[in-house]
Nanobody, 124 residues
Framework: QVQLVESGGGLVQAGGSLRLSCAAS????????MAWFRQAPGKEREFVAV????????LYADSVKGRFTISRDNALSTMYLQMNNLKPEDTAVYYC?????????????????WGQGTQVTVSS
């Protein structure tokens, strides 16, 4: 099990950029697949991006492909989400999540560990 803490959220204008971080504590981070999800008010939590344990494989939601980049640094036990060309529809609380195993999963219920979330607001 790992404990996860997100940071880096904030208010940005459309077209701007933000970089989210997810700091993990616990010995198993380097063996975890890690993902970002987001949840807007009144909507279900949705998949954003996922990265495997080594960083060699990634998967993105169609809505963020080409604009967002997920990465990780196992030496620092940290995962990142670089968000460029932000749009108002990207406004949400962003959560990092982790799970053991090799497969890149996109469903929230398949993740065992969650952070508390960080708010991202994109103004038009």
């Amino acid at each position: 099990q790992v404990q996860l803490v997100e940071s880096g959220g904030g208010l940005v204008q459309a077209g701007g950029s933000l970089r989210l971080s997810c700091a993990a504590s616990g010995r198993t981070f380097s063996s975890y697949a890690m993902a970002w999800f987001r949840q807007a008010p009144g909507k279900e939590r949705e998949f954003v991006a996922v990265i495997n344990w080594s960083g060699g494989s990634t998967l993105y939601a169609d809505s963020v492909k080409g604009r967002f980049t997920i990465s990780r640094d196992n030496a620092l036990s940290t995962m990142y989400l670089q968000m460029n060309n932000l749009k108002p529809e990207d406004t949400a609380v962003y959560y990092c999540a982790g799970r053991s195993g090799a497969f890149l999963r996109t469903t929230p219920s398949e993740y065992t560990d969650w952070g508390q979330g960080t708010q991202v607001t994109v103004s038009s």
